[in-house]
């Protein structure tokens, strides 16, 4: 069980507006230094299919310039297996993707693909990658990453966060306890569970308060943020937020 609450920022959108205009402004490597330096435990940015947002030259760039542990988001492909054989990132975040999507509708389906992922979670421990696979908050799927021998799942929160932004309680009180109930399942059968999709000022709280999870990943909302406040001060109010709720938890546990 973690004590500690690490914060992992993905800065895939700081890339998404360089590319709307073109050109090397702003850039993801100065994003991810700017993050560290607010308190985040690590960078995490997703290479596409399509190179919508992150490039194959930002990757190669994060993992030989930034400091902190870089997590590379991937589909289970070949090409991706390559890429990140190739340049080693500490982990490796194996998640669904679909090319017509806006950004990753749902968690990855590791008991159907089971075949098709094993080979591809061999080779990225052969290669000392810390393997995760990003899932729905399921018993099932964490049986999956056990039996695949993936060392690490990253239970999809898109769920919840939405269901408080509809202002639907009930659901919201549902939602969490399904995470909190996975999270709790994981643990206890020896997967680091991380967490991550949707995760605001707003609702980070009550996530940040499991202690059965080790890491949240959050992105979108910190760069859109940082348009207003600046990537630092929002960086620093999220790592403070989560580090309110875990001691929050602890103290009433």
Known sequence: MSQILRLGVNIDHVATIRNARGGAHPDPVKAARIA??????????HLREDRRHITDADIEALARDIDLPLNLE???????LAIALNHRPHAACIVPEKREERTTEGGLDAAGQHNHLSPLVREL????????LFVEPDPRQLEAALSLGAPVVELHTGAY??????????????LLE????????????????????????DNVGPVAEIAEIAELNIGHFLIGEAIFSGLDSAVRRMRGL?????????KAA
């Not at 989560?242 to 602890?250: E, K, L, N, T």
Request: charge should be negative; charged fraction near 25%; avoid cysteine.
């Open 242 to 250: 989560m580090d309110q709720a875990r001691s929050a938890a602890g």
């Open 36 to 45: 560290a330096a607010a308190g985040a435990d690590g960078i995490t940015a």
């Open 161 to 174: 966060a939405h269901a408080v932004i509809d202002g639907d309680t009930a659901k919201t009180a549902e």
């Open 125 to 132: 421990r052969g290669a000392r990658i810390r393997v995760s």
């Open 178 to 201: 399904k995470i909190r109930t996975a999270a709790a399942f994981g643990a206890e059968r020896g997967l680091e569970v991380h967490a991550g999709h949707g995760l605001t000022f």
């Open 74 to 80: 991937m589909a289970a492909t070949d090409e991706m």
